[in-house]
């Protein structure tokens, strides 16, 4: 048996974690590239059996310093072209892009009225509260098809430093808040870290990760398989890990505490170490594609001091499992029907929990426990 094979399965740049074969010889900059580059010759949702419909919540759209007052932005979400302003009170509005006159996208040379969205073409003016046409400068009356509402409007929140919209497929209202999240708004803490993936796959695939303990041996390299306290409530779910670290103080007790509010917003707290929070900001864009956008931030007193590189080593280890992760969901299909053993975690009870999020008249199969 070679020295390589005698390694320990404890760092995931060595064998045995299989998917460090596609990664190692990638330059830093190579794997920039890669976490956002096109993926060629995927097979179709259907036959990857990712045509299970968006699971409802909060969903993050910008930063809020991404969009400033008197701006319009186009976004893609949910298979949707939106345009997205923030009026001159400040307040951020949504619609779908197309002009109900005739057509043109108002996220791309459409501009703020006001509050209101006026379209590129002909000038015509939308409410982003009551979804329909105000103005029509040229128009001596407006027609009524669109004087009344013409659109469906998101409702939006604005929470850590983050623009949050609710996706529900049938229009419904919102059913829970955002949570608020301290640290993300503390002047004692840093500026966000950002790092950014496109994962062609589904949010539910994704989703499972969290509670599939063995495949953090064999994906991300680790000597043991977790083990985690989980806790799951009407429309979140967290779970807690436990854990001897090591440092150049001393072994210390870390925690790591991952929370999810709905499938949209979802948040990690690492203590013990260096205290971190993670924002993952993940939002469907194509039933095979997510925008992943990770933005951490942690105290100035560590991130700027004597723990300085420990504080920088956490953001880069978490950023490599997540490139690791990707390896696999990127090319895996959505099992409906998955057999499972007894090491591998609580799957069906989170399928279970999940299939909460989906529309009853909508396309799921989450909703299916093994």
Not at 34 to 51: G, Y
């Amino acid at each position: 048996m070679s020295d390589q094979e005698n390694k320990p399965a404890g760092d995931a740049r060595t064998p045995p974690v299989a998917v460090w074969q596609v990664l190692e010889k990638m330059t830093k900059d190579e794997l920039k590239d890669w976490r956002v580059a096109p993926l060629d010759n995927r097979p179709s949702v259907e036959e990857r059996n990712l045509d299970i419909g968006y699971p409802f919540g909060w969903y993050p759209m910008l930063l809020s310093n991404e969009l400033a007052v008197g701006e319009v932005k186009p976004l893609r979400y949910f298979s949707q072209e939106l345009a997205i302003w923030r009026g001159e009170d400040g307040e951020v509005r949504m619609v779908d892009a197309y002009c109900k006159h005739l057509g043109a996208h108002m996220g791309h040379g459409g501009k703020v009225h006001g509050n209101l969205l006026e379209c590129p073409f002909h000038a015509w003016r939308y409410d982003g509260n009551e979804g329909n046409v105000k103005e029509i400068p040229y128009a001596r009356a407006i027609p009524p098809q669109v004087k009344r509402k013409c659109k469906d409007v998101w409702p939006i929140q604005e929470a850590n430093q983050i623009i949050w919209a609710w996706y529900h497929p049938n229009g419904d209202a919102p059913l829970y808040d955002v949570v608020a999240l301290p640290e993300a708004t503390d002047a004692e803490w840093t500026e966000f870290d950002e790092c950014t993936w496109k994962i062609w796959g589904s949010l539910q695939n994704m989703g499972e990760n969290g509670v599939d303990f063995a495949h953090f041996k064999y994906i991300h390299g680790t000597a043991t398989m977790p083990e985690s306290e989980l806790e799951w409530g009407e429309w979140g779910r967290k779970g807690i890990v436990r854990a001897k670290m090591g440092t150049p103080q001393g072994e210390v007790d870390g925690v790591i505490t991952a929370t999810s509010n709905g499938p949209g917003q979802n948040w990690v707290r690492f203590e013990g170490i260096c205290e971190t929070l993670l924002i993952a900001c993940i939002t469907p864009v194509e039933q095979d594609q997510l925008h992943v956008r990770y933005f951490y931030t942690q105290p100035k007193s560590q991130k700027e001091g004597p723990m300085a590189g420990l504080a920088k080593a956490i953001i880069a280890d978490v950023n490599k499992q997540l490139d690791q992760d990707k390896v696999v969901w990127d090319r895996m299909i959505f099992e409906p029907n998955p057999i499972i053993c007894d090491g591998d975690g609580p799957i069906p009870k989170y399928r279970q929990f999940y299939s909460r999020y989906y529309a009853e008249d909508s396309a799921s199969g989450g909703n299916e426990a093994a």
